[in-house]
């Protein structure tokens, strides 16, 4: 047997460049950036950039799914999409992967952090608590994986 290495960039991530898409919906909340979404909403641009990395010799590719928790979304205010996210995002992996290549889900930090505070001038200060980021996590690992 054949020894392979794999390398695993973010590749979705870095491949879809700033402005190239239009935001899904005009709901007063800018969605630039949310990646995520993109899955939604333009699912074949997600398809080419997956066949892309398989054509070029990848063996491995990961769901785009990098920020769709629930704490990153809501940014956005898209954190009720997050299963619909999850689920489009692995059946878009798995259709252009087809039978010989493996499909990891991916689960990146959120935008937030328990151990330290967002304000200067309160230390003390957090902006989730350690049960919310759990919640998410364990949630996010059941969609994603």
Do not use: W
Not at 10 to 24: A, E, R
Request: net charge neutral; no cysteine; aromatic share 8%.
């Amino acid at each position: 047997m054949e020894e392979q290495r794999v390398g695993l960039p973010h590749h979705l991530k870095n491949s879809v460049q700033p402005g190239q898409f239009h935001d899904l919906v005009n709901h007063g909340v800018p969605l630039k950036g949310n990646h995520d979404l993109l899955n939604l909403s333009k699912p074949d641009a997600i398809y080419t950039i997956h066949r892309q990395y398989i054509e070029a010799g990848a063996r491995v590719i990961e769901t785009n799914t990098f920020n769709a928790n629930s704490i990153s979304q809501s940014d956005y205010n898209t954190g009720h999409l997050i299963h619909q996210i999850n689920l489009e995002a692995a059946k878009i992996a798995r259709r252009a992967a087809g039978e010989s290549v493996f499909v990891l889900g991916a689960m990146g930090p959120t935008n937030r952090t328990a151990s330290m505070s967002p304000k200067v001038e309160d230390p003390g200060y957090r902006n989730i608590t350690f049960d919310q980021f759990s919640y998410t996590v364990v949630i996010t690992r059941q969609l994603t994986f």
